[in-house]
């Protein structure tokens, strides 16, 4: 089973900074199939990037994802208020599906 | 619009059982894969199990095997978990999630139903 850390486990920002966020795997993972999810209080999660760096239908372009092998950024270029959320990193690899613990944007 | 209803939720026994249907609408069912992930209170999401568009193959995560099954109506655009031989540490609100078009994401979510396995 392919582990997925991220990192930070918080990151404390204000409204227009950048924000970089870190999806590590234990062994490669297809480019094909990592994507990228926002999760805000009570809300289910919302698919933002698949493929590791195609954008879903309606995310703003604000939203970038890269990375290759074992290593892959989500990019929030100027955080705007309704961006501070949780966000997971997801894979698939053998018939299974793996997420990571996630990473908390919170207002500093 | 592509619409995912969960239900069948509620407080339950361990060794006990309960059924979750999630109704779906908006999109060609039999087309898409078909998922359960879940997440128990404060923490992270988890896979749980896939039925698969392409040869109705159904997967699962180490956790559930052999407890859950999930299974699928066509005709009636319903996708359910069976959850047989519960445990506490199942408790969790559990997702129906709509697979991506091509690769092997989740793209439309619905709201959820909560399961609590308590004595």
């Known amino acids: 089973e392919i582990v997925l850390t991220q990192s930070p486990g918080t990151l404390s920002l204000s409204p227009g900074e950048r924000a970089t966020l870190f999806c590590r795997a234990s062994q490669t993972v297809s480019t094909s199939y990592l994507a990228w999810y926002q999760q805000k209080p009570g809300q289910a999660p919302r698919l933002l990037i698949y493929?590791?760096?195609s954008r879903a239908t309606g995310i703003p372009d604000r939203f970038s994802g890269s990375g290759s092998g074992t290593d892959f950024t989500l990019t929030i270029s100027r955080l705007e208020p309704e961006d501070f959320a949780v966000y997971y990193c997801?894979?698939?690899?053998?018939?299974?599906?793996?997420f990571g613990q996630g990473t908390k944007v919170e207002i500093k | 619009e592509v619409q995912l209803l969960e239900s069948g939720g509620g407080l339950v026994q361990p060794g006990g059982s309960l059924r979750l249907s999630c109704a779906a609408s908006?999109?060609?069912?039999?087309?898409?894969?078909m998922n359960w992930v879940r997440q128990a209170p404060g923490k992270g999401l988890e896979w749980v199990s896939t039925f698969s568009r392409s040869d109705s193959s159904t997967y699962y995560s180490d956790s559930v095997q052999g407890r859950f099954t999930i299974s699928r109506d066509k005709s009636k655009n319903m996708l359910y978990l069976q959850m047989n031989n519960l445990r506490v540490e199942d408790t969790a609100k559990y997702y129906c999630a709509k697979g991506g078009s091509v690769w092997y994401y989740f793209d439309q979510w619905g709201q959820g139903t909560l399961v609590t396995v308590s004595s």
């Open positions: 997801q894979q698939y690899g053998r018939s299974l599906w793996t």
């Open positions: 908006g999109f060609t069912f039999s087309s898409y894969d």
């Open positions: 493929a590791a760096s």
